[in-house]
């Protein structure tokens, strides 16, 4: 008897596990991504197919917990400084593209569609909300996240997570049915409930795993951090927030937790599975009928409003300084809606400002927009690669297995190549400049096209099974991106860096890596020596100057990585020592 009942609630399991496990690996054979995989299969199962499922809404309100997970994860990589240093392109770069893309939307809407103004709001207002999902699987897929264009796509995704407050705002205050009811109100209790929620973070959340852990039961640690996600996501629904941003805070939270890795170790099976849920859902909620009956309108607007939203991107983006390459890369991936507009969309019509019939159409344009998006992502690709610069005669990286992974060969790591090679190392080398490949190649060096800020080149590259892996490109934030990526997905590797200064330095040790060198310190102290020979002073004298200054320069920057910037100031020597370094001669010839 009780496995009769349990069949109603395994059944629909059962097909959907069934439908995932086959799409999605056809989809990627296919070379498709497994996005749209799932999308079809959810298509292919919902009401407008083969009926197996007749109310998708249900399951995707359920599956939203996907993303809630996902997000949570996301925030564990991003400590409370990283994610206060991406300020600036949160408020800025995300302000400014959005409200550009929601005008020039709003506009096209009233001007093409002929809409009334509050409606054609409405309408580009949801589409401008990126899909959170899409752009986060995108980027964890190829790597990018901890890259600098991986650190802005974030940027500009949590400035949308934050806009859907206001925007519900907005649509209280239009709605002839509430009459603005729970404006004001509702952005207090809004900012009540961060505050909340962080007060909790700061002041609660390490105790409360301190004592779960004290059980030495992982099942209890395992409970714990689900209350805390779910407990944060609940937290930020119920004041008006999404519970996405919830999540998200409550992972930025516990970064600095001494059980964040065991913390992510647990989230991670149920982050995957529910995020595939998340895309099925998707799926079943396209509705055939509707595209059957409105399919003009539907391509139009479809068509319409992801070539202007591109528009918008790409233009923010170049105003911002990107290069043309990276603003027609951000463009292709956040030119779809996403699965926020369903819940302005839902309440829109809940007070009265739009209808059923407009919600169902601007829905399937969202929905739409979001399955093409992994081929626009492809047909990207596969375009700007041309678009770049040439790869012949460049062999990319692939299969390469060695002790040691050097990553980049520009003249730092070309010098430290040959300490290697000096003593027979087994070194495999990357390097993102085609250019530069194939000079080495004239002189005899095997260098492989890759970029090691994405996780997928790292594989190739051999980062798996690597003893070593020396950091030698010649950009601080890609050093950066780096050594965060190497750190967290190949713990075994000792990670050598060149920083680009000392807060560089700082940053990097902070961060974790074995051994960090300032790109200038050596070659710096190598020249004050010289200038002391050159001044008369014996070789004794001049190795105790260079052993000293090393020294004392080691000491503060120990103290600076424990305090700020300002620390070990005693170390410094900012006028001639009373006493010479050594009792003998100062200088032998032209002493006056």
């Not at 809606?337 to 009265?352: M, N, P, R, S």
């Not at 680009?500 to 960090?516: K, P, Q, T, W």
């Not at 200038?520 to 200038?531: I, P, Y």
Request: overall charge negative.
């Amino acid at each position: 008897m009780a496995v009769e009942g349990l069949g109603p609630t395994i059944g629909p399991v059962v097909v959907l596990m069934g439908a995932a496990v086959i799409a999605v690996p056809l989809f990627r054979r296919l070379g498709l991504g497994s996005v749209l995989g799932y999308f079809a299969a959810g298509a292919l199962v919902g009401p407008s197919v083969l009926g197996l499922f007749t109310d998708p809404d249900t399951i995707l309100h359920f599956a939203e917990l996907g993303v809630v997970m996902f997000l949570f994860i996301i925030g564990l990589e991003l400590r409370p400084q990283k994610l206060w240093a991406l300020r600036g392109q949160i408020f800025g770069l995300g302000l400014a593209q959005v409200s550009l893309a929601i005008a020039l939307l709003s506009l096209a809407g009233m001007v093409v569609f002929s809409l009334p103004p509050v409606t054609a709001f409405i309408a580009g207002a949801g589409f401008v909300l990126s899909s959170t999902a899409v752009i986060m699987s995108t980027l964890q897929e190829r790597g990018e996240i901890a890259g600098l264009e991986g650190q802005k796509s974030v940027s500009i995704l949590l400035f949308e997570d934050l806009l859907i407050v206001p925007l519900l705002v907005v649509v209280a205050f239009l709605s002839p049915v509430g009459q603005g009811a729970g404006g004001l109100p509702a952005l207090a209790l809004a900012l009540s409930g961060l505050v909340a929620l962080l007060v909790a973070g700061r002041w609660l959340l390490d105790p409360f795993f301190a004592l779960l852990a004290r059980t030495r039961a992982r099942e209890v640690l395992s409970a714990g951090a689900l209350l805390v996600v779910l407990g944060a996501a609940l937290l930020m629904e119920a004041v008006g927030l999404s519970m996405a941003m919830g999540a998200f805070l409550a992972g930025v939270l516990l970064s600095g937790s001494s059980y964040r890795h065991q913390i992510e170790s647990d989230i991670e099976p149920f982050k995957g599975l529910l995020m595939g849920l998340f895309f099925l859902a998707v799926g079943m909620s396209l509705n055939l009928s509707v595209v059957a009956l409105e399919w003009p309108l539907l391509l139009a607007l479809l068509a319409v409003y992801v070539l202007v939203k591109a528009a918008a991107i790409y233009a923010t983006a170049r105003v911002f300084g990107g290069t043309n390459l990276a603003a027609l890369r951000r463009t292709a991936m956040f030119a779809q809606g996403g699965e926020f507009a369903f819940v302005l969309y839902t309440a829109a019509v809940a007070g009265g400002v739009i209808d059923a019939r407009e919600n169902a159409i601007f829905s399937t344009v969202v929905i739409l927009s979001m399955a093409i998006t992994p081929l626009i992502l492809i047909a990207a690709d596969r375009l700007l690669r041309e678009q770049g610069a040439t790869l012949d005669g460049v062999e990319a990286a692939e299969g390469l297995r060695g002790q040691v992974l050097v990553i980049g060969f520009g003249r730092f790591g070309q010098i430290a190549l040959q300490m290697l090679l000096a003593r027979g190392a087994q070194v495999s080398v990357i390097e993102n400049n085609p250019d530069r490949i194939r000079e080495a190649a004239r002189f005899g060096f095997k260098v492989y096209y890759g970029d090691g800020t994405r996780l997928d080149i790292l594989h190739a590259s051999g980062a798996a099974t690597a003893q070593v892996i020396l950091i030698c490109v010649d950009d601080r934030r890609a050093v950066s991106a780096i050594a965060d990526l190497i750190q967290h997905e190949f713990p075994n590797a000792a990670v050598l860096a060149r920083s680009y200064d000392r807060g560089h330095s700082m940053e990097l040790i902070r961060a974790g890596v074995s051994f960090e060198i300032r790109e200038t310190v050596e070659s710096a102290l190598l020249m004050g020596a010289e200038g002391l020979r050159r001044l008369g002073l014996d070789e004794a004298a001049v190795t105790e100057a260079l052993e000293d200054t090393r020294r004392r320069d080691a000491q503060r920057l120990t103290e600076q990585v424990l305090g700020d910037i300002m620390s070990g100031r005693d170390k410094m020597l900012i006028a001639p020592v009373p006493e010479p370094l050594t009792a003998a001669k100062a200088f032998s010839k032209g002493d006056t």
